[in-house]
Nanobody, 129 residues
Framework: QLQLVESGGGLVQPGGSLRLSCTAS????????IGWFRQAPGKEREGVSC????????EYVDSVKGRFTISRVNAKNTVYLQMNSLKPEDTAVYYC??????????????????????WGEGTLVTVSS
């Protein structure tokens, strides 16, 4: 079965850290760009970060710059999102998605991108004291 699985979510206090994982099964992530997205209650899904298939391009939404870091470990078929200095407004369900592009430097944070091949089911992050 071809799927992406997110893990690592949970309850954390403001200022704390979490590391989310996006692991593929049934296929290799080597040739895929990966986007991380989140959806808070009552809000639309938004792009948080992305990494190109070549790993040389990463992007972040302004609200997480300097706090979140995206990375990939091909040997583990996993992309990570390290989240530091978490704020209550980071509370959301976090999703990862994989896409293939002829442009190996392409980085996609648009949740409506037509070329998303796989989506995970999400992991809940709650930032609260």
């Amino acid at each position: 079965q071809l799927q992406l699985v997110e893990s690592g979510g949970g309850l954390v206090q403001p200022g704390g850290s979490l590391r989310l994982s996006c692991t593929a099964s049934g296929f290799t992530l080597d040739y895929y760009g990966i986007g991380w997205f989140r959806q808070a209650p009552g809000k639309e899904r938004e792009g948080v970060s992305c990494i190109s298939s070549s790993d040389d391009t990463t992007e972040y939404v302004d609200s997480v710059k300097g706090r979140f870091t995206i990375s990939r470990v091909n040997a583990k078929n996993t992309v990570y999102l390290q989240m530091n200095s978490l704020k209550p407004e980071d509370t959301a369900v976090y999703y990862c998605a994989a896409y293939v592009s002829t442009d190996q430097h392409k980085c996609v944070m648009n949740p409506d991108y037509y070329g998303m091949d796989y989506w995970g089911e999400g992991t809940l992050v709650t930032v609260s004291s």
